[in-house]
């Protein structure tokens, strides 16, 4: 997918529901991008940028990580690392993507499950993707794909990372379910009609169905690790209906398409 046709892709979506020359600097601006029948309320948080310069900061930002990159160590930890002196480090692990260029996989995990486990699991699907297209796979990884130090900015444009993968890898523990952002990532993904897209693949650690657990999601029972983001999510979904977005949720157990 090169920049121009993503740009296409998600123009509308973001220009309809702010104008080139409106300002995105109120708490919650509305967007959509009507498919299937849902409405995408993006979390736009500020920051006093109009719609194409989010859009165009979008894709001049968008950064993969090679497959080389990603070790065990780094799989372990929160999101921003043990250190603050971690941040800078973890983003340059990650480069800009080449015009043409597409990402083969979004990483959809939640920090809190087994990080040895989740290495396993991520080995064994490099090995076959490998074995198929001779060459490594590379990966959008929040960790180090965002900037920790801009991050707000980063989560403006979310669905940009998300469609800009060939394929979403949702790898599954005991948390996944419960962690709002990867539930986000997921609903965005299904709302935009890129259902096939996702892989499901659950952890050996995992001691729950994963597909049951989706089948009677409930948005209250989950949440995120900082609770400035929960407050933004949770009035994005109180946008869209709460009810809603749980069903659409419930939904997905059967059409995710499930390896391992």
Same mark, same amino acid.
């Given at each position: 997918?090169?920049?121009g ?7 509308s979506?973001?220009n309809?529901?702010?104008?080139p020359? @409106? ?5 919650l ?7 299937q029948g849902?409405? =995408? ?17 979008a ?13 065990e ?12 002196s971690?941040?800078?480090?973890? &983003?340059?692990l ?8 597409t990402i ?9 499950? +087994?990080?040895v486990?989740? &290495?396993?699991?991520l ?5 076959n993707?490998?074995?198929k ?11 180090v794909?965002? +900037?920790q130090n ?8 979310l ?11 949702v790898v599954?523990g005991?948390?996944?379910?419960? @962690? ?18 996702? =892989?499901l ?6 001691q729950k ?8 999601f409930?948005?209250? @029972? ?11 999510l949770?009035?994005? =979904? ?8 749980n069903?659409? =949720? ?11």
């Open positions: 997918v090169s920049r046709s993503l740009k296409r892709s998600l123009s979506s973001l309809s529901g702010l104008s020359k @409106r300002s995105a600097s109120s708490s601006e509305k967007t959509r991008e009507k498919t849902v409405t =995408i309320w993006l979390p736009l948080v500020g920051g006093g940028m109009v719609a194409e310069d989010l859009l165009v900061a894709m001049t930002n968008l950064r993969c990580i090679e497959w080389d990159n990603i070790t160590d780094l799989m372990t930890g929160s999101i921003c690392g043990p250190h603050k971690d941040i800078s480090q973890l &983003y340059s990650s480069r800009q993507i080449a015009e043409g260029e083969d996989f979004f990483l959809s995990h939640s920090w809190h499950d +087994d990080a486990d989740k &290495y396993q699991k080995t064994a699907v490099v090995n993707f490998r074995r297209h001779g060459r490594y796979p590379t990966f959008w990884l929040d960790k794909c965002i +900037d801009h991050i707000n900015d980063c989560l403006l444009v669905p940009v990372n998300v469609l800009a993968c060939t394929k979403v890898l599954c005991d948390t996944y379910v419960e @962690r709002l952002w990867c539930i986000w990532e997921l609903f965005i993904l299904f709302a935009f009609g890129r259902g096939d897209r996702a =892989i693949v659950p952890l050996d650690s995992n169905d994963v597909l049951a657990e989706l089948g009677q409930d948005s209250l @029972r989950a949440y995120c690790y900082d609770p400035n983001e929960e407050a933004r949770r009035e994005v =979904i109180d946008k869209v209906g709460t009810s809603g977005f069903d659409q =949720i419930r939904e997905l157990s059967g059409k995710v398409k499930k390896v391992g």
